[in-house]
């Protein structure tokens, strides 16, 4: 069974400095794992995604995540905030068990707030 | 835009009606996906077809049901609704069905039972 935790269910920064957002993750077979973002109003935008390439990905609009197996961790980082960057940022695992891919596994999801 | 379209944007009923939501997938995609997103279950995988047979199940009430067509698009079936049935509901769709298969999401439908 696959699980996912978002550590944050809100994030406040400045525009301009650093983002971090935090997901842990538990999976019984070799995840593929995904961040999306979903703006208020709008449907889910994939972020980026993690199938067992690098380890560091990046993704679009400047965000990054790195994929650290010992610490079960995919955590979402941008160096320097926008006001464009507010909205509803979820973590996401997926496996494939042989039988059929599941569908997706969402966390809580983190809400992003940018101080001007 | 992420070319899957659903359809309505809102829709409004009473407790007790059954509603069809329907989606239709990217072109080319043939794995469909429905969701549902609440504010106290968050967001929710209910079930998954691929090229017009279901392939996963999530956490779908018996209520509801899903089908998809030869065509691709595929519709989902509420029935007996409650109050609590109120999301919003998302179809997304991918081009085969692996894990590592990114999947495109619509706008969703937003469902309003009074």
């Known amino acids: 069974a696959q699980s996912v935790t978002q550590l944050d269910s809100h994030v406040s920064v400045s525009e301009g400095t650093p983002v971090l957002l935090r997901c842990n993750y538990s999976?019984?077979?070799?995840?593929?794992l995904f961040w999306y973002v979903q703006h208020p109003n709008k449907g889910l935008q994939l972020l980026l995604k993690?199938?067992?390439?690098?380890?560091l990905v990046k993704g679009i609009n400047g965000f990054e995540a790195e994929f650290k197996k010992s610490e079960t961790s995919f955590h979402l980082t941008k160096p320097s905030a926008h006001m464009s960057d507010a909205a509803e940022y979820f973590c996401v695992v997926s496996e494939y068990s042989g039988g059929g891919a599941d569908g997706l596994t969402f966390g809580k999801g983190t809400h992003l707030i940018i101080q001007p | 835009d992420s070319g899957v379209t659903q359809t309505p944007k809102h829709l409004i009923t009473a407790t007790g009606q059954r509603v069809t939501l329907r989606c239709s997938p990217r072109s080319g995609d043939l794995s469909v996906y429905w969701y549902q997103q609440s504010l106290d279950q968050g967001l929710q995988f209910l079930i998954q077809y691929y090229n017009g047979e279901e392939r996963a199940k999530g956490n779908i009430l018996e209520r509801f049901s899903a089908q998809q067509f030869p065509d691709l698009h595929s519709e989902l079936n509420l029935s007996s609704l409650e109050l609590g049935d109120s999301a919003l509901y998302f179809c997304?769709?991918?081009?085969?069905?692996?894990?590592?298969?990114?999947?495109?999401f619509g706008p969703g439908t937003r469902l309003t039972v009074l």
């Open positions: 999976s019984s077979y070799s995840p593929s």
């Open positions: 993690y199938t067992s390439a690098a380890t």
């Open positions: 997304a769709s991918s081009v085969v069905d692996r894990a590592y298969n990114e999947q495109f």
